[in-house]
């Protein structure tokens, strides 16, 4: 089982950027499919990003064209390089991992606070 430490989560202004990272302990090529999720309160925790092995990515649709989640292997590190922040975007974020063998891991999330 692989372990997740995100980070990044910080408060910024509308239309501002963040880049998440999260890090991966064990072997990340262990690993079929990493994604972004994030839960904001009183909401269901919902799907963001995801990047396969072999580097196929898909977002959400209320994120397309501001949101990129990108993996260098040789750091063990997933990103996701959030851009035109808005309101709507403030959540937890967290990490999660799904192995070829079928397990999951999941990182303590990250605070995104997007406001003026």
């Known amino acids: 089982q692989v372990q997740l430490v995100e980070s990044g989560g910080a408060l910024v202004q509308p239309g501002g950027s963040l880049r998440l990272s999260c890090a991966v302990s064990g072997s990340i090529f262990s690993i079929n499919v990493m994604g972004w999720h994030r839960q904001a309160p009183g909401k269901q925790r919902e799907l963001v990003a995801v990047?396969?092995?072999?580097?196929?990515?898909n977002y959400v649709d209320s994120v397309k064209g501001r949101f990129t989640i990108s993996r260098d292997n040789a750091k063990k590190t997933v990103y996701l390089q959030m851009n035109s922040l808005k309101p709507d975007d403030t959540a937890v974020y967290y990490c999660?991992?799904?192995?070829?063998?079928?397990?999951?891991?999941w990182g303590q999330g990250t605070q995104v606070t997007v406001s003026s």
């Open positions: 999660n991992a799904i192995q070829k063998w079928g397990g999951s891991s």
């Open positions: 990047i396969t092995s072999d580097d196929i990515t």
